[in-house]
């Protein structure tokens, strides 16, 4: 099997719902290897994209994406099917809403960590709703409060951007990283950050490789659940997309 690198075009622009591609390899578990995939894979508590495949003669559903070693991604099959052979060149097509809604989301996430500045300890996003888990003593007393700061932010239409640190810088600011359960991705000489706001009006700025909206006020209001305790020092808190 090739062991070319896949281009990762939802990282380019995660705004992509379509783009040509070419089959490079098939994995021994069945998944299939593009030259340039716009499936954000499985990671960082985001879930992998769906979607399908068309090229002449065929097409096949997506039902997520995986990473295959250091550098490539596979599509996974929906079902049992031909896979388009090595070499073939097809197109690719996002389920866009699912992705958008995790986009959402993920950005609506980080603005929670913003008004809630406690060490992570887990997470997960969905197309629905997500959570954060939290090194939190005590429940906050007045969840409304939190609600409402929250939706604030979003409010403001900030817009979402991204910036690179090499290694080196991310080691001599640890107060970056926000999550004590997953570490970043280190040792490929540099780490992605994405930042919430500008200049003065940042609110955030912290490492993550996965998918967000471009502006804020694009999460549409959301909605936090009750807060759940999940140990000693461990609180889950979870929020929904109000529409």
Known sequence: MTDTPTRLLFREDAYLRDAPAQVLAHTPEGGIVLDASIFYPTGGGQPGDSGRLEWQGGTLDIATAVKVGPAQIALVAAEPRPLPPV???????L?????????????????LSVVIPLPVTGGQIGAERGRLDFDMPEPPADVGALNEALNALIDRDLPVG??????????????LVKT??????AGQGRVRLVRIGQGAGQVDLQPCGGTHVARTAEI??????????KGRQNRRVSLTLAD
């Open 95 to 111: 389920d866009w809403e699912r992705r958008h809604r995790h986009m959402r989301v993920h950005t609506a996430l980080h603005l």
């Open 220 to 229: 549409g209001r959301v909605e936090i659940g009750k807060i759940e305790n």
């Open 87 to 93: 070499g073939t060149s097809l197109r690719q097509y």
């Open 162 to 175: 991204e910036q690179w640190i090499t290694d080196a810088e991310l080691a001599a600011n640890p107060g």
């Open 180 to 185: 004590m359960s997953v570490r970043p991705p």
